[in-house]
């Protein structure tokens, strides 16, 4: 079993991760990072994924997940009060209960609370929101924040706003972007935002 670990590992691509700071707009100051994947001399995050097959999908998530804690403590992240955020796909649900023991272990060996983990949920295929649910249950039942990620693009709807509850909302990009020149942007975010601010739900806008 352990060869076969070895070998598993060994033909994952080389990574490295970047760190994107998301701002609290009312003080200024970092609010979380959000990790993104890069290749060992900057390559995107695209031409990484492309090396990984669905075989690997499972072994390649949960190297990133440490990589990003890693390199994130040893940047100075348990000298702030940021959180940090990683993104998941919860198509694979790849967080199962042992896993996810093993990954809060590793964060109270360093002294890292659960609570500054930011699970970004990446939807890029239709569930059942009350499958989407039961894994964020999971997570935020073990201490972890969680996030539906791109809302506004996908299959990210209204139904999965109302099944699904996570502790942050972040809109999508394409929604956000010349929302100052586009008065039909304007209305919509703004609806979107009252209904995210009923649900007691925190925004991000990408």
Not at 17 to 38: C, H, N, S
Not at 52 to 67: K, N
Not at 133 to 161: H, K, P, Q, W
Request: no cysteine; net charge negative; aromatic share 8%.
């Amino acid at each position: 079993m352990l060869e076969d670990s070895l070998e598993l590992h060994s033909a994952l691509p080389a990574i490295d991760i970047a760190f994107q700071p998301i701002f609290d707009i009312y003080t200024g100051r970092v609010r979380f990072y959000e990790a993104l994947v890069r290749g060992p001399n900057g390559e995107s995050a695209a031409s990484v994924l492309d090396q990984v097959t669905p075989e690997l999908s499972m072994a390649f998530d949960q190297t990133v997940r440490f990589a990003a804690v890693e390199k994130a403590v040893r940047l100075g992240l348990l000298e702030t009060d940021a959180g940090l955020s990683i993104n998941m796909n919860f198509a694979l649900d790849i967080m199962k209960p042992a896993a996810l023991d093993r990954f809060a272990l590793t964060l109270s060996r360093i002294g890292l609370h659960n609570w500054r983990i930011i699970f970004e949920l990446t939807e890029n295929t239709r569930l059942d929101p009350v499958e989407i649910a039961s894994v964020v249950s999971r997570y935020s039942a073990n201490g972890f924040s969680t996030a539906l990620d791109d809302f506004g693009s996908g299959y990210s709807g209204l139904i999965t706003l109302a099944e699904v509850p996570t502790d942050f909302v972040k809109l999508d990009m394409d929604l956000i972007q010349d929302i100052d020149t586009s008065p039909n942007r304007a209305k919509i975010v703004d609806g979107i935002v009252r209904v995210l601010e009923s649900l007691g739900r925190r925004i991000v806008a990408e």
